[in-house]
């Protein structure tokens, strides 16, 4: 259920029948059982329509068969791909290691500004850590460790960390990184060959966005400690050269006029003005040597104070929220469609009193009984096996009791939950949903702790907005 509603699914409002109501339903609501089965295998047909052709083409694209492709990290995805490349190649393929974890200084990101701001382009550099580990000859055969009597002259110095890189020959990443450029640059132009409902052009799109994901994978797999071809100083590199990026873009922008209101890993948002961005986009390509270009236009965009966390409102109407915990699956269903609708009126409208108005009608509908029990249930993914769970949190205490009562769950597995009347502390009140009835549910808890708190927090940038009173 979770994942078809992230692919947009229509559910129909699907109840879940856990494994341990099974008996207590082919014995009393066999009907409402054999509803909820052939629901599901619908749904798991959908998704299997909707996914197997992309992951189709990521096993063909990297050569790991298709429950590999499934289930393995994207480590190893991008790691199969360069095994592919190196025989190819005749590289010696390094034997795995265990070392150590390095950490390394991440990616820039600046502001962003709060508040509402209409008309805003996100702009998108076009893979920009591959293109520079490619113009910089960034990998790990390239690598000059320091005091390596290497002519200044011979290799590229990266800005900020000092790490350098022999300018020739070329490096196996960056022979890699425009092999797979250059491959998705043919396929992109094979596309251009079919009709929009062509099976092959929607094929032919599969694959190249399974060489894109490779792509611009493969410069955070050489931080990975796991790797094979792991050289931190690669990563440390790529990502220097990445800030230096978007230092000198804010800056260029800033210089065309142009407000930057946010900056971010490998983009920029800023008022979106059409002609002062062309002038950027050309200065851009002629000063940094990368190419940019406005990969959305908001109509308008809400900022927090947090980053990584934003909302914007496309031109169709639809929204594209990211951070905020309404697009998470760790929140009751009740509160995270709260938050998505304050998102909504913020940015369709503007009003802190409308969201304030839907606040307090939501709370009177959950309080009068008028929301099904399923949108109280917390789900969360058990990181370890159950006896390990030393820490009293309720997830963890409610995955117990359902192991008590003959529930299986293994690391990986989701465990839901809701919170129930009663005092104490909260992990004592977490019961598997299949063991609690709607009577037992704490209205109070969902209102203070979970709907109210999400709505907050999308109402931070505005003054008027003091504390919601559930």
Known sequence: LHVARF????????????????????RDRREELV???????????ELSLRLLPFLIQFSAVIGLPLDQVVAAAVGFRVERNLMKY???ENELIPKRERRAYAPYKGALVSGPEQGLHANIAVMDFSSMYPSLMIKYNVSPDTYVPPGAPVPEDGVHTIPEVGHRFLRSPDGFYRKVLTRLIEVRRAIRDRMGEYPPTSPVRKLLDHR????????????????WIGARWYVRQVAEATTALGREAIRRAMSIAEDAGLRVLYADTDGLMVAYEPDKIREFTRRIEEEVGLRIKPDKIYDCVLFTRAKKKYAGLEPDGSLDIVGFESVRGDWAQVARDAQREA?????????VEKVR???ERVIRKVRGGEVPFERFIIWKTLTKPIEKYKARTPHGFAAKRLFEVGGKLEAGDKIGFVVVKGHG??????????????DDIDFDYYVTKQIVPLVERCLEPFEEARRLAP
Request: aromatic share 14%; charged share 20%.
């Open 343 to 351: 998102i909504e009126i913020l940015l369709k409208e503007g009003s």
């Open 208 to 223: 190249q966005k399974v060489v894109k994901v490779v792509t611009n994978a493969t410069y955070g797999y050489a931080g």
């Open 35 to 45: 509803r909820f089965s052939e629901a599901k295998t619908s749904l798991i047909h």
């Open 7 to 26: 692919y947009g699914i229509e559910t129909g409002g699907i109840r879940p029948i856990s494994p341990i109501e099974v008996p207590a339903f082919w």
């Open 86 to 88: 190196a025989y190819q």
């Open 425 to 438: 502390a909260l992990y004592k009140r977490a019961v598997p949903y299949a063991l609690a009835s709607y």
């Open 357 to 359: 108005s839907r606040l």
